[in-house]
Protein backbone atom coordinates (compact mmCIF):
# COMPACT_ATOMS: atom_id res chain seq x y z
CA UNK A 1 0.00 0.00 0.00
CA UNK A 2 1.21 3.45 -1.30
CA UNK A 3 1.99 6.06 2.09
CA UNK A 4 -0.04 8.54 0.39
CA UNK A 5 -2.72 7.61 -1.60
CA UNK A 6 -5.07 9.87 -4.26
CA UNK A 7 -7.34 9.62 -7.06
CA UNK A 8 -5.06 10.69 -10.15
CA UNK A 9 -8.03 12.05 -12.24
CA UNK A 10 -8.51 13.61 -14.56
CA UNK A 11 -11.03 15.85 -13.12
CA UNK A 12 -12.84 17.60 -15.57
CA UNK A 13 -14.95 20.53 -14.36
CA UNK A 14 -16.85 23.26 -15.99
CA UNK A 15 -15.72 26.88 -14.76
CA UNK A 16 -17.45 27.86 -11.57
CA UNK A 17 -18.06 24.28 -10.26
CA UNK A 18 -17.33 23.28 -7.13
CA UNK A 19 -14.50 20.07 -7.11
CA UNK A 20 -13.27 18.30 -4.10
CA UNK A 21 -10.11 16.02 -4.19
CA UNK A 22 -9.12 13.41 -1.14
CA UNK A 23 -5.93 11.95 -0.18
CA UNK A 24 -5.39 9.08 2.63
CA UNK A 25 -2.26 8.15 4.12
CA UNK A 26 -1.41 5.37 5.75
CA UNK A 27 1.15 6.03 8.51
CA UNK A 28 -1.07 7.33 11.89
CA UNK A 29 1.73 9.19 13.20
CA UNK A 30 2.19 11.77 10.67
CA UNK A 31 1.98 14.90 12.12
CA UNK A 32 1.63 17.50 9.11
CA UNK A 33 0.09 17.78 6.06
CA UNK A 34 -0.06 19.86 2.69
CA UNK A 35 -1.30 20.30 -0.72
CA UNK A 36 0.94 21.28 -3.53
CA UNK A 37 -0.16 22.41 -6.51
CA UNK A 38 2.35 21.65 -9.94
CA UNK A 39 1.83 23.42 -13.08
CA UNK A 40 3.14 21.52 -16.65
CA UNK A 41 6.63 21.40 -16.47
CA UNK A 42 7.06 23.25 -13.91
CA UNK A 43 8.00 22.63 -9.76
CA UNK A 44 5.34 21.66 -7.43
CA UNK A 45 4.60 25.39 -5.43
CA UNK A 46 2.80 24.94 -1.81
CA UNK A 47 -0.85 25.95 -2.29
CA UNK A 48 -1.94 25.54 1.54
CA UNK A 49 -1.09 23.91 4.87
CA UNK A 50 -3.42 21.79 6.81
CA UNK A 51 -4.40 21.98 10.18
CA UNK A 52 -7.04 19.97 12.14
CA UNK A 53 -9.32 22.00 12.90
CA UNK A 54 -10.15 22.76 8.98
CA UNK A 55 -8.28 26.39 6.97
CA UNK A 56 -9.84 28.44 4.33
CA UNK A 57 -8.11 30.14 1.85
CA UNK A 58 -10.41 32.47 -0.61
CA UNK A 59 -11.85 29.87 -2.76
CA UNK A 60 -10.01 26.85 -1.25
CA UNK A 61 -10.70 25.07 1.78
CA UNK A 62 -8.33 22.46 3.50
CA UNK A 63 -10.00 19.76 6.05
CA UNK A 64 -8.17 16.67 8.14
CA UNK A 65 -9.57 13.69 9.42
CA UNK A 66 -7.28 12.15 11.50
CA UNK A 67 -9.34 8.77 12.86
CA UNK A 68 -10.04 8.22 9.48
CA UNK A 69 -6.60 9.69 7.89
CA UNK A 70 -7.34 11.31 4.97
CA UNK A 71 -7.14 14.72 3.86
CA UNK A 72 -9.72 16.96 1.36
CA UNK A 73 -8.90 19.77 -0.72
CA UNK A 74 -12.37 21.75 -1.86
CA UNK A 75 -11.96 24.33 -4.74
CA UNK A 76 -15.07 26.57 -5.07
CA UNK A 77 -15.58 28.77 -8.49
CA UNK A 78 -13.43 26.60 -10.22
CA UNK A 79 -11.69 29.13 -12.44
CA UNK A 80 -9.57 28.09 -15.94
CA UNK A 81 -6.41 28.70 -13.83
CA UNK A 82 -6.83 26.83 -11.28
CA UNK A 83 -6.03 23.73 -14.00
CA UNK A 84 -2.97 22.14 -12.87
CA UNK A 85 -1.93 18.92 -11.07
CA UNK A 86 -2.75 18.66 -7.08
CA UNK A 87 -0.13 16.98 -5.05
CA UNK A 88 -1.24 15.81 -1.17
CA UNK A 89 2.14 15.68 0.92
CA UNK A 90 2.63 14.60 4.26
CA UNK A 91 5.26 14.55 6.59
CA UNK A 92 5.13 10.61 7.92
CA UNK A 93 8.67 11.29 10.09
CA UNK A 94 11.50 10.39 8.26
CA UNK A 95 13.61 12.56 6.81
CA UNK A 96 11.99 14.17 3.74
CA UNK A 97 7.98 15.20 2.82
CA UNK A 98 6.36 12.32 1.27
CA UNK A 99 4.39 12.70 -1.83
CA UNK A 100 1.21 11.79 -3.58
CA UNK A 101 1.23 10.81 -6.92
CA UNK A 102 -1.07 14.35 -8.10
CA UNK A 103 -4.29 14.78 -9.02
CA UNK A 104 -4.97 16.12 -12.31
CA UNK A 105 -7.78 18.82 -12.46
CA UNK A 106 -9.07 20.61 -15.98
CA UNK A 107 -11.31 23.44 -15.54
CA UNK A 108 -12.80 24.26 -18.70
CA UNK A 109 -14.59 27.07 -20.25
CA UNK B 1 10.30 31.45 1.94
CA UNK B 2 13.62 30.41 0.75
CA UNK B 3 14.72 30.77 -2.99
CA UNK B 4 15.99 28.63 -4.74
CA UNK B 5 18.07 28.08 -8.04
CA UNK B 6 18.97 25.27 -9.82
CA UNK B 7 20.72 24.69 -12.91
CA UNK B 8 20.59 23.30 -15.76
CA UNK B 9 16.97 24.24 -16.46
CA UNK B 10 17.18 21.19 -19.37
CA UNK B 11 19.59 19.32 -21.36
CA UNK B 12 19.98 16.74 -23.85
CA UNK B 13 22.82 14.23 -23.31
CA UNK B 14 24.27 11.14 -25.01
CA UNK B 15 24.09 7.71 -23.44
CA UNK B 16 27.55 6.81 -21.14
CA UNK B 17 28.05 10.51 -19.87
CA UNK B 18 27.25 12.39 -16.67
CA UNK B 19 25.53 15.58 -16.20
CA UNK B 20 25.64 17.62 -12.93
CA UNK B 21 23.05 19.90 -11.68
CA UNK B 22 23.15 22.55 -9.29
CA UNK B 23 21.32 23.84 -6.45
CA UNK B 24 21.85 27.30 -4.48
CA UNK B 25 19.78 28.28 -1.82
CA UNK B 26 19.75 32.09 -0.60
CA UNK B 27 19.77 30.87 2.87
CA UNK B 28 21.68 28.71 5.01
CA UNK B 29 19.58 25.53 5.90
CA UNK B 30 20.93 22.25 7.01
CA UNK B 31 19.21 19.33 5.02
CA UNK B 32 18.74 20.00 1.00
CA UNK B 33 16.38 16.93 -0.88
CA UNK B 34 17.32 15.22 -4.31
CA UNK B 35 14.21 14.37 -6.10
CA UNK B 36 13.21 13.01 -9.31
CA UNK B 37 9.80 13.11 -11.40
CA UNK B 38 9.33 10.94 -13.90
CA UNK B 39 6.67 11.84 -16.63
CA UNK B 40 3.29 11.12 -15.45
CA UNK B 41 4.27 10.40 -11.75
CA UNK B 42 5.08 12.02 -8.74
CA UNK B 43 8.06 12.43 -6.80
CA UNK B 44 10.67 9.95 -5.57
CA UNK B 45 13.40 10.96 -3.13
CA UNK B 46 17.01 10.36 -4.62
CA UNK B 47 18.71 11.15 -1.15
CA UNK B 48 19.33 13.85 1.16
CA UNK B 49 22.56 15.79 1.20
CA UNK B 50 23.92 17.09 4.80
CA UNK B 51 26.49 19.39 4.74
CA UNK B 52 29.71 17.77 6.17
CA UNK B 53 28.87 14.01 5.82
CA UNK B 54 27.79 11.68 2.90
CA UNK B 55 24.64 11.86 1.50
CA UNK B 56 21.80 9.36 2.61
CA UNK B 57 20.52 7.61 -0.31
CA UNK B 58 16.79 5.98 -0.22
CA UNK B 59 16.23 2.71 -1.31
CA UNK B 60 17.10 1.90 -4.60
CA UNK B 61 19.45 4.84 -5.26
CA UNK B 62 23.10 4.34 -4.77
CA UNK B 63 26.11 6.66 -4.79
CA UNK B 64 27.73 5.51 -7.64
CA UNK B 65 25.08 6.39 -9.82
CA UNK B 66 24.10 9.81 -8.06
CA UNK B 67 26.73 11.28 -6.36
CA UNK B 68 26.22 14.18 -4.41
CA UNK B 69 28.35 16.88 -3.02
CA UNK B 70 27.17 19.39 -0.28
CA UNK B 71 30.48 21.82 0.60
CA UNK B 72 28.09 24.09 2.20
CA UNK B 73 25.37 25.04 3.86
CA UNK B 74 23.56 26.76 0.47
CA UNK B 75 24.68 24.66 -2.23
CA UNK B 76 24.76 21.05 -3.52
CA UNK B 77 25.25 19.02 -6.61
CA UNK B 78 23.74 15.81 -7.88
CA UNK B 79 25.28 14.47 -10.68
CA UNK B 80 23.84 11.95 -12.78
CA UNK B 81 26.07 9.35 -13.67
CA UNK B 82 26.80 6.60 -16.65
CA UNK B 83 23.37 7.77 -18.19
CA UNK B 84 21.10 5.93 -20.08
CA UNK B 85 17.15 6.70 -21.82
CA UNK B 86 16.00 4.99 -18.78
CA UNK B 87 17.87 8.02 -16.48
CA UNK B 88 15.26 10.72 -18.60
CA UNK B 89 13.44 12.63 -15.65
CA UNK B 90 12.56 16.03 -14.23
CA UNK B 91 15.41 16.03 -11.18
CA UNK B 92 14.38 18.60 -8.10
CA UNK B 93 16.42 19.80 -5.62
CA UNK B 94 14.53 20.99 -1.95
CA UNK B 95 14.65 22.45 1.54
CA UNK B 96 11.96 22.38 4.03
CA UNK B 97 12.02 25.10 6.21
CA UNK B 98 9.40 26.75 8.03
CA UNK B 99 7.03 25.56 11.32
CA UNK B 100 5.41 23.15 9.64
CA UNK B 101 8.21 22.38 7.22
CA UNK B 102 6.86 23.09 4.43
CA UNK B 103 8.96 22.52 0.88
CA UNK B 104 10.30 24.50 -1.27
CA UNK B 105 11.98 23.51 -4.91
CA UNK B 106 14.55 24.55 -7.40
CA UNK B 107 12.51 25.29 -10.98
CA UNK B 108 13.90 21.48 -12.23
CA UNK B 109 15.56 19.90 -14.44
CA UNK B 110 14.35 18.25 -17.36
CA UNK B 111 17.13 15.49 -18.74
CA UNK B 112 16.98 13.62 -21.69
CA UNK B 113 18.98 10.76 -22.26
CA UNK B 114 19.45 9.94 -26.04
Known sequence: ????????GPFNVPEGATVAFNCTYSNSASQSFFWYRQDCRKEPKLLMSVYSSGNEDG??????NRAS?????LIRDSKLSDSATYLCVVDTGRR???FGSGTRLQVQP | SAVISQKPSRDICQRGTSLTIQCQVDSQVTMMFWYRQQPGQSLTLIATANQGSEATYESGFVIDKFPISRPNL?????TVSNMSPEDSSIYLCSVEEGANTEA????GTRLTVV
Open chain 1, 59 to 64: RFTAQL
Open chain 2, 74 to 78: TFSTL
Open chain 1, 1 to 8: RKEVEQDP
Open chain 1, 69 to 73: QYISL
Open chain 1, 96 to 98: ALT
Open chain 2, 104 to 107: FFGQ
